[in-house]
């Protein structure tokens, strides 16, 4: 593990950010329809909305989702407006993500008022996946309730299970807030997501796949249905800052191929890899395309497939 900063506070990592970008609480952040493997094998379409709305109270190291935050509440009824906004845009799924920069359990992101408005736009949906802090569960059952007879899914972060790394992501959590949030949402019939990150700062390449491959198996002992691997990337300040300190660097696409493999050869649940913006991390122009087409393929069957070979490098 790298030498490490002496410390990573809250202050410091607003120091780093730049201004934010300009949105409007009317209309959602982004909204489309991408594939994804579903827990049966199938592959499916799935509606997901980038909704608009206060910054996520917590200031993660790696986080740039502040970006297209607000700094204030949105006005009740802002959130069902964006719902419309997208659905009315978007072909039908079966599946729909309501993803929100923050946690939707916070009240001053989601306000409680929408629920049943929410509910009346989604419960037609077979499954419906929100995203949330794991000590953000705060009327959780309540809202699969609402939404009944979708099937609700809670995507939580948990990042790394590395022991120094975890507290200097500022994520406020321990491993046992992630274990008793997993146990309280399967406990009354909620499935679990999780994201988990590809190399964060302070380990090197090959730290950051041991240490991704020790997280996935942590968080498939702790119930998680579906794994999300994120590739460590810049784009806050904090990680440029990171970087230029020597405490970081991003992954290469040949561990993004490593650890998914891995990851799936295991058997123990769904693993993903995320390709948001993979080209940043492009460096060999012989190989890059194929890498990358080679993490699709196994996002899309679930299974491990033969290693790209690239004599370039």
Excluded at 148 to 175: C, D, F, W, Y
């Amino acid at each position: 593990m790298s030498d490490l900063l002496p410390t990573i506070t809250t202050r410091w990592i607003l120091d780093q950010r730049g201004p934010k970008n300009s949105v409007d609480p009317a209309i959602p952040n982004g909204y489309f329809v991408e594939e994804e493997v579903s827990s049966q094998g199938d592959l499916e379409a799935v509606a997901t909305i980038l909704l608009t709305n206060r910054e996520c109270p917590l200031r993660c190291t790696m986080c740039d989702l502040w970006k297209n935050t607000t700094d204030n509440s949105v006005r009740p009824g802002a959130i069902p407006g964006q719902i419309d906004h997208a659905l009315s845009s978007l072909a039908p799924t079966a599946v729909v993500k309501l993803y929100n920069s923050g946690n939707f359990f916070d009240r001053q992101a989601i306000p409680r008022a929408d629920w049943e408005e929410i509910a009346d736009r989604v419960r037609s949906f077979r499954q419906v996946i929100v995203e949330t802090h794991p000590r953000m569960l705060d009327g959780v059952e309540e809202f699969q309730s609402l939404i009944a007879p979708a099937q609700l899914q809670v995507a939580m972060g948990l990042e790394s299970i590395h022991p120094q790394v975890l507290p200097r992501l500022n994520k406020q959590m321990t491993l046992d807030d992630f274990s008793s949030a997993c146990a309280r949402l399967l406990g009354v019939g909620i499935t679990v997501r999780c994201f988990i990150l590809l190399r964060p700062p302070w380990l090197n390449e090959k730290e950051g796949c041991q240490w991704a491959l020790k997280s996935l198996d942590f968080a498939f002992s702790a119930g998680v249905e579906c794994c999300s691997l994120v590739p460590t990337r810049v784009g806050n300040g904090a990680m440029e800052a990171l970087e230029a300190a020597g405490q970081f660097s991003p992954p290469s696409l040949r561990s993004m191929e490593t650890v998914l493999s891995s990851g799936l050869r295991d058997g123990r649940g769904r693993v993903l890899m995320d390709l948001w913006d993979v080209e940043r991390f492009f460096r060999c122009p012989d190989c890059d395309q194929r890498r990358v087409e080679r993490v699709r393929q196994m996002n899309r069957h679930q299974r491990s497939l033969p290693p790209t070979k690239c004599e370039a490098c």
